[in-house]
């Protein structure tokens, strides 16, 4: 699946759209949705922390920064044959993606061989792979790339203006840096965010225009919902009103039209109708599995329940209209 290059988006043009009555906005982005995806088949995919906790970065929403005040006991890499267990029931689960986190500001030499087996030892289950390790320099892209991986998650998470408000020990070009190493090196690229961090509704737009105006736009784009981490920085700040969320969900699918927009963290805290809206809206993918990294998600039966009554299925493999 080769996402297009496409026309460059003003901030103008996805206001304008951000701002239509929400049943013309929704109709757009279904109709979009429609010339690019089986509008009723979700992908699937599964996270597992391969490492948890102590990262040095302080992101203010993460439970596993050693800068929010969070108890985590942080762990040490997960040997490749527990890796490879967890994605065996994934892939049981119904995943036909297999991603891996790590808690780390940038994959560190010492780690780099393990990293590879685990990513050769999880294709040859059959299933894609995905990584997201932190920073990683065009050397390292290539090493990950050369061991078949097929995806690095990346997350700019907001726009660049108010990027600083959620992290300072890294900054927005070093996302961008990295995301631009992904690419060079072959890999498909899943970049996106988190709403509900304090940012304005231009600053959602911001985030947007970024990933959409990258010279290819990311094949996958995870949008989150703030799951307030308690001690963490950004434990207090109010939710995010859940039809702008939405707003966002359609945006994306209009500003990227085929990518996979992915509903991520925050899922255990949107009610069915939130989500069928945000499916309603493109979003055509999500994590399945009780916990996302350290964070809640729906469990599979309710998963399970919710694409039963909306008629949606999913299948081993991504199928969509104009790509197979
Ligand atoms: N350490 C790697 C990095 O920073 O790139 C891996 C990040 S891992 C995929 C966590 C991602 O999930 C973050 O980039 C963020 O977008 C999202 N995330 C983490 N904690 C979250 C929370 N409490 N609520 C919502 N999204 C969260
Ligand atoms: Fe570290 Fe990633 Fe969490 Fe930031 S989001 S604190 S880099 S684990």
């Known amino acids: 699946m080769e996402c297009k290059q496409n026309i460059s988006w003003s901030y103008t043009d996805a206001r304008s759209l951000y701002d239509l009555p929400f049943n013309d906005l929704l109709f757009r982005a279904q109709c979009v949705h429609r010339e690019n995806f089986d509008p009723n088949h979700i992908q699937m995919s599964e996270l597992l922390n391969i490492k948890t906790g102590g990262c040095p970065e302080d992101c203010g929403y993460c439970s596993q920064s050693v800068h929010n005040g969070s108890r985590l006991k942080a762990t040490r890499l997960m040997k490749a044959d527990e890796v490879i267990a967890n994605a065996k029931q994934a892939q049981a689960r119904g995943a036909t993606r297999f991603c891996m986190g790590a808690a780390w500001r940038s994959l560190q030499p010492r780690d780099e061989m393990a990293i590879v087996e685990m990513i050769k030892e999880v294709k040859a289950l059959g299933l894609e792979t995905c990584m997201t390790l932190g920073k990683l320099s065009s050397e390292q892209a290539l090493s990950l790339s050369q061991a ?126 939130t989500q069928t809206l945000c499916f309603l809206a493109g979003a055509n993918s999500i994590f399945i599995g009780d916990t996302l990294l350290t964070a809640s998600n729906p469990d599979k039966n309710s998963d399970n329940d919710l694409m039963h009554r909306l008629g949606m299925t999913h299948d081993q493999k991504q199928t969509s209209i104009s790509k197979v």
Do not use: W
């Open 148 to 273: 078949g991986l097929d995806y690095y998650n990346h997350n700019i998470d907001t726009s660049e203006c108010f990027y600083p408000q959620v992290t300072t020990t890294h900054t927005f070009r070093d996302r961008l840096d990295t995301l631009d190493h992904v690419r060079r090196a072959g890999m498909k690229v899943c970049c996106g965010g988190i709403l509900g961090l304090g940012e304005t509704v231009k600053d959602r737009i911001d985030m947007l225009l970024t990933l959409a105006n990258l010279p290819v736009p990311p094949e996958s784009v995870p949008i989150n919902m703030l799951m307030p981490m308690p001690d963490s920085r950004m434990a207090d700040v109010p939710p995010v009103d859940s039809i702008a969320f939405v707003r966002v969900v359609a945006l994306a699918r209009l500003m990227m039209p085929s990518s996979y927009v992915r509903l991520t963290a925050g899922r255990a805290n949107m009610s069915n109708e």
